[in-house]
């Protein structure tokens, strides 16, 4: 292997940037090709990549970049609904893949990918980077050392503000992003299996679209994506968890909190807290555990 390892990014929207910054702090990564068909993100990119003194190539088509950039691994931050086409593409030339969440809008599109995956000789990563957040690393880290005991309930709540715009608002409609709770809180489930260690066997849900996006209309149609819900994820092992879910809660001083209870007592984080809070049931506590999140890191972005 040489020296450098050779970086591209298909979509360089909001997400893509973030990973031009996460490259920037990693040792010996080059990032030699970004492609988007919209040339407004391919502008905010280029001013962006001379400020973190990157020099990559710039195309509008993802074919294009991989033919001439030959990079060692693509980053895929697209629009949800080009996940599944794009990976395609990608895996056709070979590289390392990490495909932003979700990893599809649908269920068919999901297996086909999982199947293609078994075969495919490089790595391929879903970002689902919230296990990996100092805070919520430790606290899982603090769970599977059984400090709880075994975790009986598992709870997290979200409580934030609405989507943010994207390019034509692409994510305010269900068969763009796979719907909230594929786009935003597969992050959420991911968590509920991995803090477990354990696979669901029934969930039961209860949502809606009561406040956001009600007064914006995109060519006559008014967007569909819910706004609020509650699940509960029974899991195999006995264990239960919820996630409580608000898009319309802008004032909220955290925004997600994650809570692990047990027989010895609860652990939780809170975001952006970044402290584990550990409350035994003896009442000996509660006691707080400061948890460092690196100045580079957080520079480069919320995730």
Same mark, same amino acid.
């Not at 990014?9 to 893509?16: D, E, K, P, T």
């Not at 652990?267 to 409350?279: D, F, K, Q, T, Y």
């Given at each position: &292997?040489?020296?450098?390892?050779?970086?591209?990014?298909?979509?360089?929207?909001?997400?893509? +940037?973030?990973?031009?910054?996460?490259?920037?702090?990693?040792?010996?990564?080059?990032?030699?090709?970004?492609?988007?068909?919209?040339?407004?993100?391919?502008?905010?990119?280029?001013?962006?990549?001379?400020?973190?003194?990157?020099?990559?190539?710039?195309?509008?088509?993802?074919?294009?970049?991989?033919?001439?950039?030959?990079?060692?691994?693509?980053?895929?931050?697209?629009?949800?609904?080009?996940?599944?086409?794009?990976?395609?593409?990608?895996?056709?030339?070979?590289?390392?893949?990490?495909?932003?969440?979700?990893?599809?809008?649908?269920?068919?599109?999901?297996?086909?990918?999982?199947?293609?995956?078994?075969?495919?000789?490089?790595?391929?990563?879903?970002?689902?980077?919230?296990?990996?957040?100092?805070?919520?690393?430790?606290?899982?880290?603090?769970?599977?050392?059984?400090?709880?005991?075994?975790?009986?309930?598992?709870?997290? +709540?979200?409580?934030?503000?609405?989507?943010?715009?994207?390019?034509?608002?692409?994510?305010?409609?269900?068969?763009? #992003?796979?719907?909230?709770?594929?786009?935003?809180?597969?992050?959420?489930?991911?968590? &509920?299996?991995?803090?477990?260690?354990?696979?669901?066997?029934?969930?039961?849900?209860?949502?809606?679209?009561?406040?956001?996006?009600?007064?914006?209309?995109?060519?006559?149609?008014?967007?569909?994506?819910?706004?609020?819900?509650?699940?509960?994820?029974?899991?195999?092992?006995?264990?239960?968890?919820?996630?409580?879910?608000?898009?319309?809660?802008?004032?909220?001083?955290?925004?997600?909190?994650?809570?692990?209870?047990?027989?010895?007592?609860?652990?939780?984080?809170?975001?952006?807290?970044?402290?584990?809070?550990? #409350?035994?049931?003896?009442?000996?506590?509660?006691?707080?555990?400061?948890?460092?999140?690196?100045?580079?890191?957080?520079?480069?972005?919320?995730?």
């Amino acid at each position: &292997m040489s020296s450098q390892f050779r970086y591209s990014i298909a979509g360089c929207g909001m997400m893509g +940037r973030e990973h031009m910054r996460n490259v920037a702090l990693v040792p010996g990564a080059r990032l030699v090709g970004i492609c988007d068909p919209d040339e407004g993100s391919r502008e905010a990119a280029r001013v962006l990549a001379e400020e973190l003194g990157q020099a990559p190539e710039f195309f509008s088509d993802c074919g294009a970049m991989l033919n001439n950039a030959k990079p060692d691994a693509v980053i895929i931050a697209s629009p949800n609904i080009t996940h599944f086409d794009v990976v395609r593409q990608v895996m056709a030339a070979g590289p390392a893949i990490l495909l932003e969440k979700p990893m599809c809008t649908n269920l068919a599109d999901a297996r086909a990918l999982h199947a293609m995956a078994a075969d495919y000789p490089a790595p391929i990563w879903v970002g689902l980077e919230y296990r990996f957040m100092p805070p919520v690393a430790r606290f899982i880290e603090r769970v599977h050392a059984g400090e709880t005991g075994p975790v009986k309930m598992a709870s997290i +709540r979200e409580h934030r503000f609405p989507f943010l715009e994207k390019v034509g608002d692409w994510n305010r409609f269900n068969r763009n #992003s796979g719907g909230t709770l594929v786009e935003k809180c597969c992050h959420f489930f991911d968590l &509920m299996r991995y803090i477990l260690q354990d696979e669901p066997r029934r969930i039961y849900a209860s949502g809606a679209q009561d406040v956001n996006h009600l007064d914006e209309r995109y060519d006559g149609e008014v967007p569909d994506i819910i706004d609020n819900a509650v699940v509960v994820v029974d899991f195999v092992r006995g264990a239960r968890a919820v996630l409580d879910l608000c898009m319309f809660a802008e004032g909220s001083e955290q925004q997600e909190d994650i809570y692990a209870l047990g027989p010895a007592g609860k652990l939780e984080v809170a975001l952006p807290r970044a402290s584990v809070i550990w #409350s035994p049931r003896d009442r000996s506590g509660p006691v707080a555990e400061p948890v460092a999140t690196p100045a580079d890191a957080l520079a480069a972005g919320d995730h």
